[in-house]
């Protein structure tokens, strides 16, 4: 099936991820329970938490009781900014190709690309993690 807006597979479990552990109140959440969760595969979404971590966005305790939390306050944490902890910069677009084929006098698209990115970007800087926590439910069950 094809979607008008193409988020990758990583980016979406970033942001899943942040919101189901924003869910928990800061409590630790084993990867195992996340992935399962999210139904995700456990080796991918461990390397996503590992590159939320880097900047805060996540903390990771090791061990047998370890587990994820959210690293810093939620009300301080934009969609936008776990998106590019992921995918890098988020860019306009105006053009499908890497060098525009058209001669630029009329483009099949015309300025739908510009005005889609700058929504897209518009909103994930303007949500707050602190919005979603009731994507899911808290989960006290082990």
Same mark, same amino acid.
Request: hydrophobic share 40%.
């Given at each position: 099936?094809?979607? #008008?807006?193409?988020?990758?597979?990583?980016?979406?479990?970033?942001?899943?991820?942040?919101?189901? =552990?924003?869910?928990?109140?800061?409590? =630790?959440?084993? #990867?195992?329970?996340?992935?399962?969760?999210?139904?995700?595969?456990?080796?991918?979404?461990?390397?996503?938490?590992?590159?939320?971590?880097?900047?805060?966005?996540?903390?990771?305790?090791?061990? !047998? &009781?370890?587990?994820?939390?959210?690293?810093?306050?939620?009300?301080?944490?934009?969609?936008?900014?776990?998106?590019?902890?992921?995918?890098?910069?988020?860019?306009?677009?105006?053009?499908?190709?890497?060098? !525009?084929?058209?001669?630029?006098?009329?483009?099949?698209?015309?300025?739908?690309?510009?005005?889609?990115?700058?929504?897209?970007?518009?909103?994930?800087?303007?949500?707050?993690?602190?919005?979603?926590?009731?994507?899911? &439910?808290?989960?006290?069950?082990?």
């Amino acid at each position: 099936m094809s979607h #008008i807006l193409k988020v990758s597979e990583a980016a979406s479990l970033a942001l899943h991820s942040m919101a189901l =552990l924003a869910s928990q109140e800061g409590e =630790l959440m084993p #990867i195992k329970k996340i992935a399962k969760r999210l139904k995700a595969s456990e080796a991918h979404l461990s390397k996503v938490l590992q590159a939320l971590a880097k900047p805060g966005l996540v903390k990771s305790v090791r061990g !047998p &009781h370890g587990g994820f939390a959210i690293g810093k306050d939620i009300k301080d944490i934009t969609l936008l900014e776990i998106f590019e902890t992921i995918e890098g910069p988020l860019v306009a677009t105006s053009c499908l190709f890497d060098e !525009p084929i058209c001669d630029g006098v009329q483009c099949i698209l015309s300025d739908l690309l510009e005005t889609v990115s700058r929504e897209v970007y518009s909103y994930l800087k303007e949500k707050r993690l602190s919005e979603f926590t009731k994507v899911f &439910h808290k989960d006290n069950k082990d």
